[in-house]
């Protein structure tokens, strides 16, 4: 029984999720969670089936539920005590105790478990002074989150007090039962409280106690990973609990407060009719079951629950379109002209289709008027669905300029302005990074075109053959070259950096990949750059661009460049995340800061000065937080669009997506 002194970081772990609801295995680890509740109520005794044996060894995908794998085998082997250590002092020094117990795992009711049956009863009765206080400390913790809890404090100060109590608990017990220069052996009983000298029995069994009343408080009650128990969608329930999302919005809340923003738009000032073509602008988006099916497992070990799953995700995802297309139509109800319904680029693999309800609540928006679908060829082998969606963005269908937003956005004001402002000389638009050094492809401005649509495929097929160091990083392109005969490697590669920008990192904030990406690449030596673009029309440098500037102008561009290339101001696509926000308000990303302060919102009162909301990350998603208490003023203003947009709900198109409160 143990853990590694760290956790590697891995694509497929999420360090905010320790309840390992977001892996390719999601349904198996909540089928060990149950299972080990089980065993602890006494419903059922453990044995060690197959299923067990395909996650035992994930350590680095979910390091708590294999924590929990072998404290169950410990009910029926020997305990190996020379291991004990690492995991006591390595797992849980990287995750609090606070955090634990927000995850649902019951490691401390199994732990207080192997106690008793050292003990051979059930009440601990070596209590000694050297280590009871790490017990009363235990006791303090719980009494006091009793104590708020019946005085009807709220979540945030409920949660925050909670977790000083347990930080300073862990503390304590640490110091205590580190073990010095003690035997490996000698460490280990202690940590366990299988010292009759000095037990921490009790303090297992008071944060068990302690953590059953999170889970009834906080839990959802869930019949899987994206289900509630009467099969209404429900994202948050791939979460066994929301708690790391309350204190997220304590964050969030702080730094709208320190940065001055109001967190309510302004509404639009309405603006005379304008004359233009019919059908020359359009807003876009990208829907692939290869985007939304990523966590599901498709070999069969999850059962009916991973189609059952699939669905709710997708079902999720069409009400996170349905949210969007909204906003874009209220927005524009105040502009010169609508700019009509969102396209959404349906991009499926060879005998791949959406669940039958998605369907028809797509083809009900779209007789609504609030989108219009397109599906597409069907992609290249060697390419995925999500890569040959962006791709197609570019091939001409009537538009002279397409505005591609990602899903988890919210528009707040009315976006032909910036249409009109690249309707002459742009031919390509994104929004810087956090760093100000890459390019984010949330939101991208582009104007189709065969000839750039040929270059990009062809950039594409070349990616994998590109070779040297990179301007960006002064890294090797490639590692190892990715394979492009399998769709694997190659495809999502092209996909999340040549073609989306970097798709989960935010133009403010997120994780700011883009500085190391091939799009920058493509970018900077085939267009021309002209900076950003202005209000009035045009684009121009500025002095927030220097950093992306100075390593672009590096090495020389295309002699014969495709097209010109701006940026799009930092309101255009601005990250409403917590770490984003606090990333601002801290002044971290001062250049970034500086953009936004100068935006075409900035001379605006009482408003906040942004046109689009992005919420950048898997676990960021606004739809996610089903509890009100976990959401920031700008989660609440997706979910204010999302209940009007609801109220329009066509019959054969209802909101899927239901929460608790």
């Known amino acids: 029984m143990w853990i590694g002194w760290f956790l590697p970081p891995v694509a497929a772990y999420h360090a905010h999720d320790h309840s390992c609801g977001w892996t390719n295995k999601q349904v198996l680890w909540r089928r060990l969670r149950q299972r080990a509740d089980a065993v602890l109520a006494g419903a059922t005794a453990w044995s060690r089936e197959s299923w067990v044996d395909q996650i035992a060894e994930e350590l680095v995908n979910c390091p708590l539920g294999v924590h929990v794998i072998e404290l169950l085998d410990a009910e029926t082997k020997s305990l190996d005590l020379s291991r004990s250590r690492q995991m006591g002092f390595g797992l849980y020094n990287v995750v609090s105790l606070w955090n634990i117990a927000l995850t649902g795992w019951p490691t401390f009711g199994l732990l207080h478990r192997l ?14 002074a050297r280590g009871a206080f790490v017990v009363r400390a235990a ?6 989150y009793e104590s708020n809890a019946s005085r009807g404090v709220s979540d945030l100060e409920l949660l925050h007090s909670l977790e000083v109590d347990l930080n300073q608990l862990r503390s304590s017990w640490f110091a205590r039962f580190d073990g010095g220069g003690a035997p490996v052996t000698e460490v280990a009983t202690r940590w366990l409280g299988l010292d009759a000298m000095e037990p921490s029995c009790e303090m297992w069994a008071e944060l068990a106690t302690l953590q059953r009343q999170l889970r009834h408080r906080f839990e959802l009650p869930c019949a899987s990973g994206a289900r509630r128990l009467d099969g209404a969608v429900c994202p948050g329930c791939r979460l066994a609990a929301q708690g790391f999302w309350l204190d997220e919005r304590r964050v969030a809340e702080a730094a709208l407060a320190q940065l001055g923003l109001p967190g309510q738009p302004e509404e ?14 359009a807003t876009a988006t990208v829907l692939t079951s290869e985007d939304l099916f990523r966590s599901i497992r498709h070999d069969g070990q999850g059962g009916s629950e991973d189609w059952e799953d699939a669905t709710a995700i997708v079902l999720a995802y069409v009400d996170a379109l349905r949210t969007l297309a909204f906003s874009l139509r209220r ?10 319904p969102l396209l959404v680029l349906l991009s499926l693999r060879q005998g791949e289709a959406l669940p039958q309800e998605a369907r028809e609540s797509l083809e009900a928006l779209e007789e609504q008027g609030l989108i219009q679908l397109l599906h597409l060829p069907i992609p290249p082998q060697h390419l995925w669905p999500r890569a040959w969606g962006k791709l197609q963005l570019w091939q001409p269908r009537g538009y002279d300029l397409v505005l591609y937003l990602d899903a988890d956005i919210l528009v707040l004001d009315d976006l032909t302005s910036l249409f009109r402002a690249a309707a002459e000389g742009v031919d390509a638009a994104a929004a810087l990074t956090r760093s100000m050094m890459g390019l984010n492809g949330g939101v991208m401005l582009l104007r189709p075109s065969s000839h750039i649509f040929h270059a990009l495929r062809a950039s594409l097929e070349e990616l994998p053959s590109w070779k040297g160091l990179s301007r960006w990083t002064g890294r090797p392109w490639w590692n190892t070259p990715p394979e492009t005969s399998n769709g694997s490697d190659f495809g999502s590669y092209g996909d999340q950096d040549h073609l989306s920008l970097s798709g989960e990192a ?11 990406s091939p799009p920058n690449e493509w970018l900077a030596t085939s267009f021309r750059f002209a900076g950003e673009l202005q209000p009035g029309g045009g684009c121009a440098r500025q002095p927030w661009q220097r950093a992306y500037v100075d390593v672009r102008d590096a090495e020389p561009g295309s002699k014969q460049p495709l097209g010109t290339f701006c940026t799009l101001p930092v309101g255009f696509n601005f990250c409403a995340t917590a770490g984003c926000l606090d990333q601002l308000a801290s002044k971290e990303h001062h250049l970034a800061l500086e953009s936004l302060s100068h935006g075409w919102s900035a001379g605006r009162s009482q408003a906040l000065p942004v046109q689009v909301l992005h919420w950048p990350g898997a676990l960021r998603k606004p739809w996610q937080r089903c509890l009100s208490s976990t959401r920031s003023r700008l989660d609440e203003l997706w979910w204010k669009t999302f209940q009007e947009a609801c109220l329009e709900a066509p019959k ?8 608790f409160d």
């Open 268 to 281: 639009p000032a309405a603006r005379a009719a304008e004359r233009r073509a019919p059908g020359a602008w």
């Open 331 to 340: 927005a524009g109800r105040h502009g010169a002209a609508s700019l009509g």
């Open 115 to 128: 106690c008793r049956r050292a003990f051979a009863n059930s009440t601990g009765t070596h209590r000694p």
């Open 139 to 144: 006791q303090r913790a719980r009494r006091r």
């Open 506 to 516: 935010s133009a403010v904030c997120g994780r700011d990949e883009a500085v190391r």
């Open 652 to 659: 054969a198109a209802p909101c899927r997506v239901k929460c």
